[in-house]
């Protein structure tokens, strides 16, 4: 258990640095001018098997052809989660509201790290709450972890209240991926809907 959290700790820092990387400083990184995406090559993502707000099994491999924005967190999470998902949806639409046919090519995915509360129907209402276009994930207590393992997130259960409440600890990472599921970018939801909207615009094509 504790060689298991090491590894997603380890993954963990090093997708985080990676995010640094690409949103810090101003638009228009070392990376984009050179024309490689910030995370071009980078061993992030992979084929998974999660369950919608229908009880549909969803594997990545159904986006094939399509952007992929991805984000973990959890339903219940007080302010970080809804945040940065109200920031990446605005983000995208208004990506969308200048590039329609681009826009339409970007699915975004909400996958909750907190299987044990966040129900199909639980993350179903989450996502639409911010968009009836945003996808809802989630899974096995057995399923999440492989997905998070895979896109390199963190997280752990943090101490349980009197009242029996908890929070989860995870890494804060909105993810840019291609058609192809390759890792192309961070998108910096904490800078804002617009910041993401900027970003959205280097990397979809």
Known sequence: ????????????????????????GEPGPVDASAGEPPLAGADI????????????????????GQYRIVYFGFAYCPDICPTDMQRTIQGLEGF????????????AMFITIDPERDTPEVVGEFANAFSEDLIGLTGTPEQIADAASKFRVFYARGEESEAGGYLMDHSRI???????????????????????TQELAKWVK
């Open 45 to 64: 993502g992979g084929d998974f098997e999660l369950i919608d707000k229908n009880g549909k099994t969803v594997s990545w491999s159904d986006f094939q």
């Open 174 to 196: 909105v993810y840019l991926f291609g058609p192809d599921g390759e890792p192309l970018a961070t998108l910096p939801a904490d800078q804002g809907a617009e910041a993401v």
């Open 96 to 107: 969308a509201a200048q590039e329609p046919e681009l826009g339409a090519k970007v699915a």
């Open 1 to 24: 258990m504790h060689a298991n959290s090491s590894r997603f700790l380890t993954a963990a820092f090093a997708a985080i640095a990676l995010s640094l990387s690409a949103c810090g």
